[in-house]
């Protein structure tokens, strides 16, 4: 065999792994795009709204145990950094910012915990009717239902369970990464739940006193 003729081997056997090579990329692309439009690969996990809900349910959970308990963690850690609380009773309506409520909140911190244990204080914020508008990625809306009921059982004498004040709250919330959080709050008071039920069970004489006391 002359030399031009191993030349000319070489050079189409070059040819032909190259040829390999290239199919064999084309064939691993086309593999990727396919994987990719079935679902299963490059977008990402699918938004499944029912999981959504039940991490928005769980986050308004914490809010309320929070209320309820006077935990400063449990009612401010699920607020947006831009958090606003719109506060409506009547005519009258005025807002909140995040660094506004928990300077409130931290304020009154020693004689809330102080009523429960000296005196068995209790609030017991129920919600009812929370209804979620359907979620997207980023953003959801809910409303519902409150009535507050408080009751002490230490006191002199003991304070029976008194509905003190019941209305609506309308939620706005936002979701950065893989957190929700609670982007807004709108509570609407019924006005004439508070005076009418301070006439009916006058609260006791004690200093600190947390009845009817609206601590947001």
């Known amino acids: 065999m002359s030399v031009r003729h191993v030349a000319s081997n070489k050079a189409i ?6 040829g390999l090579f290239a199919t064999a990329l084309v064939a691993v692309a086309l593999t990727l795009a396919l994987a990719g439009c079935g679902g299963g690969g490059g977008s990402g996990p699918s938004f499944d709204p029912g999981v959504e809900t039940a991490a928005l349910e769980a ?4 809010f309320e145990q929070g209320i309820e308990e006077y935990s ?3 009612m401010t850690d699920g607020l947006s950094a831009a958090f606003l609380l719109t506060l409506r009773e009547g005519a009258l309506s005025y ?3 995040l660094p506004t409520l928990r300077g409130e909140l931290e304020a009154d ?6 009523w429960r244990q000296q005196y068995g204080y209790r609030l ?5 009717d929370l209804t979620f508008s359907a979620p997207s990625a980023t953003s959801a809306s809910a409303a519902c239902r ?14 029976e369970q008194t509905i003190t004040d019941q209305g609506a709250i309308s939620w706005q919330f936002a979701k950065t990464g893989s957190s929700w959080r609670i982007a807004a709050m709108t509570i609407t008071f019924e006005a004439p739940t508070l ?15 947390p009845f009817f006391r609206r601590s947001w």
């Open 13 to 18: 056997q070059k040819e032909v792994r190259g």
């Open 59 to 62: 986050l308004v959970g914490s």
């Open 72 to 74: 400063l963690s449990g």
């Open 95 to 97: 807002e909140k910012d």
């Open 109 to 114: 911190e020693e004689n809330q915990l102080y």
């Open 124 to 128: 017991d914020l129920r919600l009812s």
């Open 146 to 159: 409150f009535t507050v009921v408080e009751w002490a059982e230490e006191t002199d004498p003991p304070v």
């Open 195 to 209: 005076a009418s039920a301070r006439a009916a069970r006058p609260a006791p004489a004690l200093p600190g006193n």
